[in-house]
């Protein structure tokens, strides 16, 4: 019974971990769009005075956490390691108040522990393409169905 414990658990943590390295591509490709996005809709209000920037959403550390029995291993490695890895709330946010305050802040480029950061783009596609394809699909959901709520 014990080696089908332990079987189990070699399972779970398999799975928990090969599960995070997915959701850890994806927020990487998610981030990367926002980037993207964020660069093309800068160039399309430049001509407004508007300015935008992308701060890292890099994990933060916080006091609001889900509780759930179910999750049992997970909140046990989140509360015990997340430190290694985690900012807290006040970490968090000085990126984004130094786009917000600082002069020096650029619109339309990604910042990351107040200083700009470096986008890459999975794949073969050029930075400016994708840009351009996700501004346009943006652009053609919000005509699609945004008719009645925006002036475009």
Not at 48 to 72: G, H, L, V, W, Y
């Amino acid at each position: 019974m014990r080696e089908n414990l332990r079987q189990e658990r070699k399972r779970t943590t398999k799975e928990i971990s090969e599960v995070a390295e997915i959701l850890d591509e994806v927020e990487k490709q998610v981030n990367f769009q926002r980037i993207d996005f964020e660069k093309e809709k800068a160039k399309e209000t430049a001509r407004r005075s508007i300015e935008s920037q992308k701060a890292s959403n890099q994990a933060r550390d916080s006091e609001k956490r889900m509780r759930s029995t179910s999750d049992a291993l997970a909140n046990l490695i989140t509360e015990n390691f997340s430190w290694m890895i985690a900012k807290s709330s006040d970490q968090g946010a000085q990126t984004s108040m130094y786009c917000i305050c600082s002069p020096e802040a650029e619109t339309s480029l990604y910042y990351k522990d107040c200083a700009k950061g470096e986008v890459k783009i999975k794949g073969k596609q050029n930075l400016d393409e994708a840009q351009e394809q996700l501004w346009n699909l943006s652009l053609k959901f919000v005509q699609d169905n945004c008719k009645n709520y925006c002036f475009i």
